[in-house]
């Protein structure tokens, strides 16, 4: 049966765009949020660190979670969940400006997320054959991506028009479409767990797996110099080039047409030049379209370089996630998701600090080019760990 022909893939597919189209909306509108009422690229990179500490920490349980309970209900729960929590932003700001609040309900929101991306993970080999997981994970990208597009270009026009918080309450409201949406679908059942470990039975995996070890190491680097990449660009769009909220809007819109880019080509680029070759070119291009961001002068100079890293960081997570999903047992893809992302994110809340404080101090022209060429000795240092060998193309 073709992708096309499979319904509860398709529902997935559907009921996914929503969500990531809401989801934009606070990707947005939070950081916007905390700039109108503070003027601080500081507390914005705070707030996204905060975010990532609490991904790390449910990332410690959420593998677990996703390989014992009934993964259709868990996504549901955390959807609604994440619904309940972003609703509550536009209703206490009717009373005014609560900075604090955001502390609370960002990092919470987050941490529900992490459960619902190792969930969502582990649910894609159960609604398509194997050897269509990449051809299923490509579409999955795009679809985000197209949602993606006209999320941050319409939350600009919102923010400029009401304001950030209204942007987040139509992302509240997304995720009940989203749940509503999984209510639909079927999934196959996952093999019988064999064992009762944790998140250290998921890195005993990763470990054991040369591939994905050397993945997970070298992409704990990476996402180090790239977790604030979203804050500075905002900033040095807001602050050093002095655009609206539509201008950002439209640039992050313009980044999402990268992921659109290049997921139609993932499987055939694959199989043409293999796993390693593709994971490391892609790389390679994200850090050095990073390192000219803070070069840049003009609204469509930077749309087009955050497109060219958005391009680079699909193709490869692609290629990574289908590689991951491809050679794990079902009954430990939720452990193994967990440890893999929990370990490869534990730099990042430290980087994204750091990325946005270098901002404040020494400009986003200098961090930016420091980040890009730290992210290009990454990239090309996998060519010496064993991604680099053939494998077998997704």
């Avoid at 209900?73 to 955390?78: A, F, K, M, Q, S």
């Avoid at 969930?119 to 999955?140: G, M």
């Amino acid at each position: 049966m073709t992708l096309f022909r499979n319904r509860d893939f398709t529902v997935f597919l559907s009921v996914q765009a929503l969500s990531v189209a809401g989801d934009s909306f606070s990707m947005l509108a939070i950081p916007l949020l905390v700039l109108h009422a503070t003027g601080s690229v500081v507390q914005m990179g705070v707030l996204t660190a905060l975010s990532g500490a609490a991904s790390l920490l449910a990332g410690v349980f959420a593998g677990h979670l996703a390989d014992r309970l009934d993964r259709r209900r868990l996504l549901i729960g955390c959807d609604l969940a994440r619904a309940a929590l972003y609703g509550a932003i536009p209703i206490v700001w009717i009373f005014g400006p609560q900075i604090w609040l955001l502390y609370v309900i960002v990092p919470l929101g987050a941490a529900l997320g992490m459960l619902f991306q190792v969930t969502y993970v582990t649910v894609v080999p159960s609604l398509v054959e194997p050897d269509q997981i990449t051809q299923a994970n490509s579409r999955l990208y795009a679809v985000y991506a197209a949602g993606s597009i006209g999320g941050p270009a319409l939350v600009g026009v919102i923010s400029e028009a009401y304001g950030p918080v209204v942007a987040i309450g139509i992302d509240a409201a997304s995720f009940v479409l989203s749940a509503l949406g999984i209510l639909l679908i079927r999934l196959r059942p996952a093999t019988a767990p064999e064992d009762r470990g944790g998140l250290l039975e998921g890195a005993r995996f990763l470990w054991r797996q040369p591939v994905l070890r050397s993945l997970t190491i070298l992409l704990t680097f990476f996402i180090f110099l790239t977790a604030g990449v979203d804050d500075i660009v905002i900033y040095h769009l807001k602050h050093d080039l002095a655009q609206n909220d539509d201008a950002i809007g439209l640039v992050l819109a313009c980044a999402a047409v990268g992921t659109i880019l290049g997921a139609p080509l993932i499987a055939r680029i694959r199989k043409a030049i293999g796993f390693g070759r593709t994971w490391v070119a892609a790389t390679t291009l994200s850090g050095l379209a990073m390192g000219c961001i803070g070069l840049a002068t003009g609204v469509p100079s930077i749309a087009v370089l955050m497109a060219l890293f958005v391009f680079g960081t699909a193709v490869a997570g692609i290629c990574s996630q289908s590689f991951r999903q491809e050679v794990t047992p079902s009954h430990l893809l939720g452990r193994v998701t967990a440890a893999f992302w929990t370990i490869h994110y534990v730099l990042g809340p430290a980087g994204a600090a750091l990325l946005t404080l270098g901002a404040s101090h020494l400009g986003v022209a200098t961090v930016a080019a420091i980040a890009g060429a730290g992210c290009v000795l990454v990239s090309l240092s996998g060519l010496l760990t064993p991604i680099h060998r053939p494998l077998p193309p997704g």
